[in-house]
Every structure is written in C-alpha cells, then in structure tokens.
Nanobody, 124 residues
Framework: QVQLVESGGGLVQTGASLRLSCAAS????????MGWFRQAPGQEREFVAG????????YYADSAKGRFTISRDNAANTVYLQMNSLKPEDTAVYYC?????????????????WGKGTLVTVSS
C-alpha cells in the first residue's frame, strides 16, 4: 500500500499563493488516482482536485477552478497542489489521498489511502 505525507501548508495573507506537496512511498503514484481534499473546522471533508491515473485528466471543485492546479511528478512520486489567489474561506487542513477505485473522486469515501494533512490558514 501507499503512504502519503503532505507538506507546504502555512499562514498566508489573502491573495497569496502556496504549493502543497504530497510525497508518496511504498507504491508508485502511477498506480493510483490521486486527489486533494480539505476540511475546515466544523465542516465535512470536501473534494478539491483530482488527477487521473493513466491520462492527463484533472478534476476540480467549483471553488478551486481557475485558482488551483493539481499536478503529479511520477518520477519523484509526488503530487502537488498549486494554490493561487487564496481566500480566507480556503482555510482548512488539506489532505492528499489515493485510490484505485473508479468511483467518483468527489466522494471522500472513494479514497483508500490518506495522509495526515497540512494546515493552510489564509488571513484577511
């Protein structure tokens, strides 16, 4: 199975950018569909962005479209989430996740493997 470790979170001001990284070990990420999710205090975990396994297909929540970009470096076994034009409502713990399921990635229950998360705080 794959192990995932996120990094790159922090405290930034509105309008700033951050790049989150998800380093995988144990298995190659090319075996998995990869996704980023987030969970704000008192709220359910929600889908942010996803990356297909064998194609260049990417998927985004409406809140992320035009601002966030998911990418993967199979050689480095790492997935990234570039976040631009950050807003206070983007404040959350961001999780990297992996699955071999063909079910929709918009449902967190589709994902089989999770990292422990990295906190992103956007101040106004």
């Amino acid at each position: 199975q794959v192990q995932l470790v996120e990094s790159g979170g922090g405290l930034v001001q509105t309008g700033a950018s951050l790049r989150l990284s998800c380093a995988a070990s144990g298995r190659t990420i090319s075996d998995y569909r990869m996704g980023w999710f987030r969970q704000a205090p008192g709220q359910e975990r929600e889908f942010v962005a996803g990356s297909a396994r064998r194609t260049s297909g990417t998927y985004y929540a409406d809140s992320a479209k035009g601002r966030f970009t998911i990418s993967r470096d199979n050689a480095a076994n790492t997935v990234y989430l570039q976040m631009n034009s950050l807003k206070p409502e983007d404040t959350a713990v961001y999780y990297c996740a992996a699955t071999t399921s063909s079910n929709t990635m918009y449902n967190p229950h589709t994902m089989a493997y999770w990292g422990k998360g990295t906190l992103v705080t956007v101040s106004s």
